[in-house]
């Protein structure tokens, strides 16, 4: 499972991506949340942004859900193009 | 329905892109009605620092988010063609950023598909705007007027109607 | 405020024209949005006797009044630059006849000033179109749609609160 | 003064434009109408269009107004440009 951060997000966790799998992948979103939060303070301060948005498969997700083997999985903040 | 949808890094002419908007509109003689809007980088009021802006994206995604509203638009009003060119980098004050045509036989289909599909362009496709001074940089916020904006689409039925009539 | 309002014979080229509102612009970094609407000589669907458009026109009144309604848009909205091109004469299908920019440093005021004017345009500057098939021709009659739509800005305080807000 | 028919008031009428001045120059609008009216059919028939539109030196006007020696009046349909 892909795990990408764009934008702040990206920058404030400084890495554009990480990958879960075998025993460590997540069922769903909030164990995945959990597993990331465990990574250290930045982590958990993303995680805390009120209006952090997240993506499974490129479709915008709110609260939880289902995740398996090949499914990539996106936070990042509110969109600002156009 | 004539459609296209770029996501790019080089620079576009919106003359191009209107001459390829009206191919598309069934030969040209169908369309009665074009409305383009083109946004640049704006240097903020005084601000001599301020050297441009950075814009980052979701490979994929965005296309995918782009093409439902484009979805969308279609759905909403009777259209013959339209488009959307995003550009994402860097970009320096003045630069073209974004291109939204939209081709119809009457004005109200394409003023509306315009102004909508920029409207969700800067609220449901993951681009973001980074804005760079000399020394130092910094996220664009997102703004609740855009959201605002956007929120209006939801009860478009009256231009809708509107247009219909024409 | 930029601003220019041609009434012509001659076809335009929308590119040179929008980069006409922009280098009006204050230099091309103020502006952070170009809204822009063509107006074409359509084909009624299937109608392949219809040969064009004659377009009428009173000297002098017209663009005494296509100035006022750019005075009535640069009251109404914030913008660095708008412009009026409207075509008389003899127009084929698929023709050029009207073109409308608008330039702002926001979206909300390009978009509305440039929708506005075309609305006013239709209902308010004394241009008659006359419609040509093989071996009859018929004055376009005046459409209630196009009162309706000129109609709205009558309580457009919302529109322009929206977009002062960006 | 000149008097300007412009789109169909000025096809029905069979010409563009007239001159009134000296002794048989009207002194409103209403005198306007009727000395056109005076002028037959066809006039008659124009000036009873009800979305006729009339303008006094490139202004619309509605009702009656004063006329001088130099002002332009018109009279056309309803307009359908842009």
Redesign the interface.
């Known amino acids: 499972m892909r795990v990408?951060f764009?934008?702040?997000v990206?920058?404030r966790l400084g890495t554009a991506e990480c990958e879960f799998d075998g025993e460590a992948l997540p069922a769903d979103l909030d164990a995945l949340r959990e597993a990331l939060a465990a990574r250290g303070d930045a982590f958990r301060e993303v995680l805390a942004q009120p209006?952090l948005v997240c993506?499974v498969n490129?479709?915008v997700v709110h609260g939880n859900a289902a995740l398996g083997p090949g499914d990539e999985v996106?936070f990042?903040?509110?969109?600002?193009?156009? | 329905m004539h459609r296209f949808c770029r996501v790019q890094q080089a620079d576009f002419?919106?003359?191009a892109l209107?001459a390829a908007l009206?191919a598309g509109s069934g030969g040209?003689?169908?369309?009665?009605?074009?409305?383009?809007?083109?946004?640049?980088?704006?240097?903020p009021?005084g601000d001599e620092a301020f050297t441009g802006l950075t814009?980052?994206?979701?490979p994929?995604?965005t296309e995918?988010?782009v093409e439902a509203i484009l979805d969308d638009a279609a759905q909403r009003w009777s259209l013959l063609a339209i488009g959307v060119v995003?550009r994402i980098g860097e970009l320096a004050?003045?630069a073209r950023?974004?291109w939204v045509g939209a081709a119809a036989?009457h004005?109200?289909d394409?003023?509306a598909a315009?102004?909508f599909t920029?409207d969700y362009?800067?609220?449901?496709?993951?681009?973001?705007?980074?804005e760079h001074w000399a020394g130092e940089a910094r996220?664009?916020?997102?703004?609740?007027?855009?959201l605002?904006?956007a929120a209006?689409w939801a009860g478009a039925a009256d231009t809708t109607t509107?247009s219909r009539?024409?």
């Open positions: 990408l764009f934008a702040s990206r920058e209006n993506a490129q479709a996106a990042f903040p509110p969109v600002t193009g156009g | 002419d919106p003359a209107q009206l040209g003689e169908a369309a009665g009605a074009v409305a383009t809007f083109t946004g640049l980088v704006r240097r009021p814009i980052e994206h979701y994929g995604m995918r988010a995003h004050p003045g950023i974004v036989a004005r109200g394409a003023f315009c102004e920029m362009l800067k609220t449901r496709a993951p681009f973001w705007k980074k996220w664009v916020e997102a703004r609740r007027g855009d605002d904006r209006r509107a009539q024409e």
